[in-house]
């Protein structure tokens, strides 16, 4: 249905990039979360189509520390670790 990238780069201080390539043109959604589970950014792409789109994270607004990103699309979903400097 769609694959994902890791996050570049990693670890990171400011500004991350995230891949996400589909196969269907669908809607994609991104969520970062903290390791106590706390949700500290969401974004979305809406009617994206087939190919590969790149999602930005600007990482300066985190604090330091390990983060868990997760791409869904449709109803399948990826997750990933991002560590912030």
Known sequence: NFTLSQNYPNPTSDT?????????PD???LKVI???GQLVYEASKGNASIGTHKMDIDASIL???????TVSVGDKSITKKMIVD
Do not use: M
């Open 34 to 36: 903290s390791l106590t």
């Open 27 to 29: 809607n994609i959604n």
């Open 16 to 24: 991350t990039s995230i891949a996400v390539t589909l196969n269907n």
């Open 63 to 69: 604090s330091s520390g390990v983060y868990f990103y």
